[in-house]
C-alpha cells in the first residue's frame, strides 16, 4: 500500500503562496496523487489529481517531481478561506480502488 | 448540480442505543461510500458500495455496524448497539465510478455522533 507523509501543519501570509508538500515514495507506476482539503465542520472536497504529470486548475497547481515520489500542492495566492486540512492521497488498485486518508496537513493562512 | 445529502447533521445517544444515518449521494453515481471520522484524524472508509452491491467492508465493524443501499442509490448506515468510541462524524460520499481517472469522491457535510 502506497502511504503518504505531511507536516502536520503550516502557516501562510495571506496573499502568498502556499506550498504543501507530500512524500509518497512507495508509490507505483499506475496510482494517482490526489488532493483533498476539508474546511472546518464540512466534508472533504476535491482540489486536484496528477499522475505524472503537473497539473493546474482553478483552485491550485499540483507538482509531482520525475521519480513520482512526492509532490506539491500550490495554492498560488493564499486566502483566509483556505485555511483547512489539506490531505494528500494516493490511490491504490485493490480492486475498488480504495482512498486512505492520512491525517494530513493544517494550513492557517494568516492575515 | 445537488451535492450529497446527509441527515440527520447532529445525533445524541447513549451507549448501547441504535442509530441510523441517512445518505443520497449525487444522481448517476455509481459509487457510495460511508467514512468514520474521528475527531483529529482523517476520514476511515468503513464500505464502499458499487451499485448496490458491497466492494470493500473490511473496516466495517460488522458485530455492531450494517449498511445497505437500497436500489443502487440512497444508503443508510446503522449501528446497534453503540459504544462510546462511536463517537465521530460519519461522511457519505459518492463517485461517478470507481475505478480509471472518474475516481473523484464529492462529499456530504456528514453526521456528527456522540455517544454519551
Known amino acids: 500500500d502506497a502511504k503518504t507523509t505531511q507536516p502536520t501543519s503550516m502557516d501562510c501570509a495571506e496573499g502568498r503562496a502556499a506550498n504543501l508538500p507530500c512524500n509518497h515514495s512507495t508509490i507505483s507506476g499506475n496510482e494517482y496523487v490526489y488532493w483533498y482539503r476539508q474546511i472546518h465542520s464540512q466534508g472533504p472536497q476535491y482540489i486536484i489529481h496528477?499522475?505524472?504529470n503537473n497539473e493546474t486548475n482553478e483552485m491550485a497547481s499540483l507538482i509531482i517531481t520525475e521519480d513520482r515520489k512526492s509532490s506539491t500542492l500550490i495554492l498560488p495566492h493564499a486566502t483566509l478561506r483556505d485555511t483547512a486540512v489539506y490531505y494528500c492521497?494516493?490511490?491504490?488498485?485493490?480492486?475498488?480502488?480504495?482512498?486512505?486518508f492520512g491525517a494530513g496537513t493544517r494550513l492557517f493562512v494568516k492575515a | 448540480e445537488a451535492g450529497v445529502a446527509q441527515s440527520p447533521r447532529y445525533k445524541i445517544i447513549e451507549k448501547r442505543q441504535s442509530v441510523a444515518f441517512w445518505c443520497n449521494p449525487i444522481?448517476?453515481?455509481?459509487?457510495l461510500y460511508w467514512y468514520q471520522q474521528i475527531l483529529g484524524q482523517g476520514p476511515k472508509l468503513l464500505i464502499q458500495?458499487?451499485?448496490?452491491?458491497?466492494?470493500?467492508d473490511s473496516q466495517l465493524p460488522k458485530d455492531r455496524f450494517s449498511a445497505e443501499r437500497l436500489k443502487g442509490v440512497d444508503s443508510t448506515l446503522k449501528i446497534q448497539p453503540a459504544k462510546l468510541e462511536d463517537s465521530a462524524v460519519y461522511l457519505c460520499?459518492?463517485?461517478?465510478?470507481?475505478?480509471?481517472?472518474?475516481?473523484?469522491?464529492?462529499f456530504g457535510a456528514g453526521t456528527r455522533l456522540s455517544v454519551l
Open positions: 444522481s448517476g453515481h455509481a459509487t
Open positions: 460520499a459518492s463517485s461517478p465510478a470507481s475505478g480509471g481517472t472518474k475516481n473523484i469522491q464529492y
Open positions: 496528477g499522475l505524472k
Open positions: 492521497i494516493v490511490r491504490y488498485n485493490t480492486g475498488g480502488f480504495k482512498t486512505i
Open positions: 458500495f458499487q451499485n448496490n452491491g458491497v466492494v470493500d
